[in-house]
């Protein structure tokens, strides 16, 4: 235990003094006493079935003086027929007459002691009979009392043994960033600046050179960027994660597309057609037709601002450097907005080619909803990525990345396995 102390007192005065933290170290070992429980419950096991065995034999013993001193009774003797009742009935004067006067129990055992049986122990039949029963009864509540006992509360001294013990170093940061999932996230520090530069993000002492920001999406995920924000790692994602509505359609879509890949449902056999739009939805997350009404919507929300735009400087609420430029925007976002419709457009099927793919995407996501739970485990295989796996032999994938477009940490799914 000393070197326990001494390595810990290292590491807690080069923290506090300043030092540099060893982060390169994964792991101390040291020695350490400890009980040896296998050994201990051992002995306890053993002391048990002595106990047992002893206060059986006095049961048994008991039972043999009351067979005795019943057979005496019963045919009246007034001597003993053998040494050893002899003793059995000392024993049992000894026990049951001891409340008694004086005088009575000199004579039973002066008449004992010449082999012969006193009347006086006849009297007292009745009396001495009521206590057998009792202390037998005794005898077993102080076996169970014994049974119950915790084999710490029996092994006196409790046996030890030297085991290594072998202490993760919380400071150790290794290139799969497994550090990331040993942090308290409750005990980050703050930091907002507003110059040079206008930051809002939280800091951990130990780790310095990286920013903690919290998913604006999930409130308990943390996002863990470097100096210049590049995505470095993000926290193991846990059963509040998988409630939420974007996990478990991101999910859907990547068994959507493991389904498809292996031909579920024979679709290798529908018209090409079919296939293209369900392979289509299989690969982007979104069917033709809704990233097109997505695209519109859109559209449609440009629009309205370059409406409001010209009336604004209609309205000389705006200069015309300003107007000019903001317009040159929506003139560039407009122009690359068309274009994707445009390109929709060109792929968008049948009405009947949408519905027979949609029913068959519905279907397969159907029946893969229950694989999704919340007893799914996840693993860190880097920084970004994760495998999920669920008790039944579900293993996804999962990979974070930083999409531009919402200014946000997304997820891409990837099916290892699908299992039962």
Request: hydrophobic share 30%; net charge neutral; with cysteine.
């Amino acid at each position: 235990m000393r070197k326990v102390f001494l390595l810990l007192s290292l590491i807690t005065e080069m923290f506090c003094n300043g030092q540099e933290v060893d982060t390169t170290t994964p792991y101390y070992e040291y020695e350490e006493e400890v009980i040896d429980t296998a050994q201990a419950v051992l002995r306890a096991n053993q002391m048990r079935e002595e106990k047992r065995q002893q206060i059986q034999n006095a049961i048994n013993e008991l039972k043999e003086q009351e067979a005795l001193l019943k057979t005496l009774k019963e045919k009246g003797q007034k001597k003993a027929d053998s040494a050893e009742d002899i003793k059995r009935l000392k024993v049992i004067a000894e026990k049951f007459l001891a409340g008694k006067d004086t005088r009575t129990q000199e004579r039973v055992m002066q008449s004992l002691e010449k082999g012969k049986i006193h009347q006086d122990f006849y009297k007292e039949f009745l009396r001495i009979s009521w206590r057998f029963p009792v202390e037998e009864r005794e005898l077993i509540e102080e076996k169970q009392k014994y049974d119950d006992l915790d084999y710490t509360q029996l092994v006196s001294p409790l046996p030890k043994k030297i085991i290594t013990v072998r202490k993760d170093n919380p400071n150790y940061i290794d290139e799969n960033f497994h550090w990331v999932d040993k942090i308290d996230f409750s005990r980050l520090e703050h930091k907002s600046t507003t110059y040079p530069t206008k930051e809002d993000y939280y800091y951990s002492s130990i780790h310095p050179q990286y920013k903690f920001i919290q998913d604006k999406h999930v409130s308990r995920r943390w996002i863990v960027y470097d100096q210049s924000y590049n995505l470095i790692s993000v926290s193991l994602p846990t059963s509040y994660d998988y409630s939420y509505e974007s996990f478990e359609d991101g999910m859907l879509n990547a068994l959507v597309k493991y389904d498809y890949e292996h031909d579920a449902y024979n679709i290798s056999q529908e018209n090409a057609a079919v296939r293209k739009y369900v392979e289509y939805t299989a690969n982007n997350g979104k069917s033709v037709d809704s990233k097109l009404a997505s695209a519109e919507l859109g559209q449609a929300f440009i629009d309205k601002m370059m409406a409001e735009l010209r009336r604004r400087r209609a309205a000389g609420r705006m200069s015309q450097e300003e107007f000019s430029k903001q317009l040159q925007n929506y003139n560039v976002e407009t122009a690359k907005n068309k274009k994707n419709i445009a390109d929709l457009r060109k792929q968008l099927p049948t009405k009947d080619v949408i519905e027979r793919a949609n029913n068959y995407i519905r279907q397969l996501r159907q029946d893969n909803r229950d694989r999704i739970t919340r007893e799914l485990k996840a693993t860190r295989i880097d920084g970004l990525t994760v495998l999920l796996q669920s008790p039944k032999g579900l293993k996804v994938q999962q990979t974070g990345y930083y999409d531009k477009k919402e200014n946000a940490v997304e997820w891409k799914y990837l099916v290892i396995e699908k299992g039962s």
